[in-house]
């Protein structure tokens, strides 16, 4: 890929205590693209995009979003400015029906500024934006408690959180796990929309075989550091790769 | 042997809705559903004066205060998951300043009640300020503390009457006055909340309660939002204050009390946590319970105490919340 990257990690490190959870990485992502990032558990993915979005301090190394440094910047600035995420362990506004759990991006600066300051009818947006990652409205599926919601809603509703805001990049952490192959057939229309939309997505992911049917360039950690980078079938034939997943799903890819 | 067992089950009521803003009313019967609960708590509250004697009005006023602070720390613990005991904070700024104002410049109760309840409501938020980021256990800690410390500060400088205190400020014009203003005070308080939880503000305040992170990777400042919060809560506690010093006349370190921040808690366990209309109900009851526990000393304190481990133990969600719950659902036994 060539020209300016929308998002660059500029070696990047964070320890806690003695565990080096990210260490020295450097990473490019391009407007459009979907960038896969895999790895063992443990292997410092989450800590990524936790230093990516401010949510954790880095001990040294940069952020920088269209040439701009972001890192240092609190995690609501950053989200302003389209870099949105979700989050790995998810934790809905459990006590508010899953549309109104929407109301709260709705109401971000971004959004606002976006809509020239009018909301409108915020409830109607938030239902829209359901219905169009999969909430059945005549089932009032969105009108549900999210305290009630299956695993598979919540999933799509942390990704829903993310497209209120009317991103730039998405950053998805695990939002395949513990889904069916059913259910996950159900979310790659949606991740395809996005991307042919324009958004620029980054997907950390241990479902190898669904991650690299959507991907064009996958990224490998292991021990807090990047192992490889590149197209998924060159990867996975990698000697360091398939040993750092020895015994996980790397025999299902076929590499 | 026919062993027949039972099992209890719970059927919402015909008009229980999707949404708590969408409401589809049709008849009248559905009407007097939602609206005879708010009447007959607006007019009990409004009447409760016409029957009381002399004594009993004091002390409803005083239940008044507490009832507003129950209600904020309500707000403020079910709503945005600050357990604030910063109860004495507020009334102590909101009952110095509007005291202060009355005996230095001679400014009618009246005049000094609105600006005390919005210049103490914006010192009570600026002293929290820096422990908002504190989240459960500390938040609460640090809010309890700030009243002690003001209360050393005025007898180590002796400034504003020192521990005597001041007296002989202006009170309220009469008893009636004294009993509305606070009453009518809980009831606007009470519709304001409920109608602030379920707006936007509100829905980001509930969000931050559950989970502040996604708040944050939302694009929304916690901070702000629990500054505003914390202002609000400030805004009842210290009008409540400021009411306070005129109802007696008087302002000093009492007003600085623990039970300000202590009983409100109690009038929320016992009325029911994130029933908004519970704690007030609560303070209604423990106050002039308190006041007639006041012949047994220092027994009072336990008495209390097990009145309250008991709704703890036996009827953990609260009068409001278990009345709320048997309004809005048939219950019936069902053959297993
Ligand atoms: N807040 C924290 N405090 C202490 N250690 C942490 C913290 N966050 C992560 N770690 C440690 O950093 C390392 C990397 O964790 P991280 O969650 O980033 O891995 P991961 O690649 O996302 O793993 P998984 O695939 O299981 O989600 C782990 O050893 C973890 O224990
Ligand atoms: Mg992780």
Redesign the interface.
């Known amino acids: 890929m060539d020209g300016e990257a929308l998002l660059q990690v500029k070696n990047i490190s964070k320890s806690f205590g003695g565990v080096k959870a990210v260490m020295d990485v450097n990473l490019s992502l391009f407007k459009g693209e979907i960038l896969g990032i895999i790895g063992p558990n443990g292997s410092g993915k989450t800590t990524l995009v936790n230093l990516i979005?401010g949510?954790v301090r880095p001990d040294s190394g940069e952020v920088l979003f269209k040439g701009k440094k972001i890192t240092g910047i609190?995690?609501?600035?950053i989200?302003?400015l389209g870099l949105?995420?979700t989050?790995q362990i998810m934790?809905?506004?459990?006590?508010?029906?899953a549309f109104?759990?929407l109301?709260?991006?709705l109401?971000?600066?971004?959004?606002r500024r976006s809509r020239g300051g009018r909301?409108g009818d915020?409830?109607a947006v938030a239902i829209d934006i359901l219905e169009e990652i999969g909430f059945q409205r005549d089932a009032?599926v969105p009108?549900k408690t999210a305290s009630s919601l299956p695993l598979g809603y919540l999933k799509r509703l942390e990704l829903a959180?993310c497209i209120?805001?009317g991103p730039e990049i998405i950053i998805c952490d695990e939002i395949f796990s513990g889904l069916s192959m059913a259910e996950i057939a159900t979310m790659v229309p949606v991740l395809e929309k996005l991307e042919m939309e324009g958004v620029t997505i980054m997907m950390i992911e241990h479902r190898l075989r669904e991650l690299f049917r959507l991907v064009n360039r996958v990224i490998v950690m292991n021990f807090g550091e990047k192992l490889a980078e590149g197209i998924p079938e060159e990867v996975m034939k990698k000697q360091d790769v398939r040993k750092a997943y020895l015994g996980t799903e790397v025999d299902n890819v076929g590499g | 042997m026919v062993i027949e067992e039972t099992r209890r089950k719970r059927l919402d009521r015909g008009i229980k809705v999707r949404t708590e803003t969408l409401y589809a009313l049709s008849t009248w019967r559905e009407m007097a559903y939602l609206i005879v609960p708010r009447t007959v708590l607006i007019l009990g509250l409004l009447l409760l004066p016409l029957i009381l004697d002399m004594y009993w009005q004091r002390v409803l006023c005083t239940a008044g205060i507490y009832a507003i602070l129950a209600l904020a720390f309500d707000f403020l613990a079910a709503y945005v998951g600050l357990v604030c005991l910063g109860g004495a904070l507020f009334i102590g700024a909101g009952g110095y300043i509007s005291g202060l104002l009355n005996a230095y410049l001679g400014w009618p109760p009246l005049l000094c009640i609105p600006i005390a309840t919005l210049a103490g409501a914006v010192i009570s938020t600026f002293v929290l300020l820096p422990c908002l980021r504190l989240r459960g256990i500390y938040f609460a800690i640090v809010s309890f503390m700030f009243p002690l410390f003001a209360v050393h500060i005025i007898v180590a400088l002796n400034v504003f009457g020192g521990t005597e205190g001041i007296s002989a400020l202006a009170i309220l014009p009469n008893i009636w006055v004294e009993q509305y203003l606070i009453l009518g005070m809980i009831i606007v308080s009470l519709f304001a909340i409920r109608r602030l939880v379920n707006e936007d503000i509100g829905l980001i305040l509930r969000g931050i309660k559950d989970n502040d992170q996604a708040v944050r990777a939302s694009g929304i400042s916690i901070t702000a939002y629990k500054t505003k919060a914390v202002f609000i809560a400030s805004l009842m506690g210290c009008f409540g204050g400021a009411y306070l010093s005129h109802l007696y006349g008087w302002l000093g370190i009492s007003l600085f009390a623990m039970d300000f921040s202590i009983l409100p808690i109690a009038a929320c366990v016992m009325g029911g946590m994130g029933s908004l209309v519970g704690p007030v109900l609560g303070a209604f009851i423990l106050t002039p319970m308190s006041e007639a526990l006041r012949g047994f000393g220092q027994l009072r304190v336990v008495l209390y105490c097990l009145i309250l481990i008991g709704f703890i133990v036996y009827k953990p969600e609260g009068l409001m919340n278990y009345l709320q719950r048997k309004y809005h659902q048939f219950e019936y036994w069902e053959r297993v």
């Open positions: 979005t949510f609190q995690p609501h600035k989200a302003n949105t995420r989050f934790r809905p506004y459990h006590s508010l029906s109104k759990n109301i709260v991006p109401n971000s600066p971004r959004v909301l915020r409830d009032y009108y959180r209120a805001m």
